[in-house]
């Protein structure tokens, strides 16, 4: 016999994370995919730069639900409960202090890997991703894209 509860509870976690699941999926096969391929080939190459795009695009996913930058537009809001000036800086600034030891992580296994080598390529392209993740958060600090807002400007 099946248990409800557990649909139930497969159904809520579906319908509050089908996006990451279904980005996570996509960081899986395209890994599957370049453990099975020649890295060599295109389609080895290929995958090798969509686990970096991926894996990426799963991280800030999952990071922008919970973390925040002071000053970032593109940030989720920011609700004080800090206690003291410490905890206040790191909530204030826990997403780009994730995307740094993000980009120090991957940078320390990439030094530890030839970049020749079938890991080192990837491993290459997974820092130079979290590299770009970093930079942009940082840069929505003072820089801004019209329109990308929801508000609408006064002015138009």
Not at 109 to 127: C, E, H, K, M, Q
Request: aromatic share 12%; glycine share 6%.
């Amino acid at each position: 016999m099946q248990n409800p509860t557990f649909f139930r509870h497969v159904r809520k976690l579906w319908e509050s994370h089908s996006l990451s699941l279904v980005v996570l999926g996509f960081v899986a096969l395209w890994i599957f995919l370049y453990v099975e391929s020649d890295p060599s080939s295109h389609p080895g190459a290929f995958y090798g730069n969509a686990i970096a795009d991926w894996t990426g695009t799963f991280i800030i996913l999952l990071v922008t639900k919970y973390l925040h930058e002071r000053g970032s537009t593109e940030s989720r809001p920011f609700k004080d409960k800090a206690k003291t000036p410490l905890t206040r800086f790191l909530a204030e600034h826990s997403l780009s202090l994730f995307l740094l030891f993000c980009v120090l992580a991957a940078g320390e296994i990439f030094l530890t890997l030839d970049p020749n080598s079938r890991w080192g390529a990837v491993a290459g392209n997974v820092l130079s991703q979290f590299v770009q993740l970093l930079g942009l958060v940082l840069l929505t600090k003072k820089l801004f894209e019209k329109n990308t807002n929801k508000k609408k400007d006064s002015h138009e």
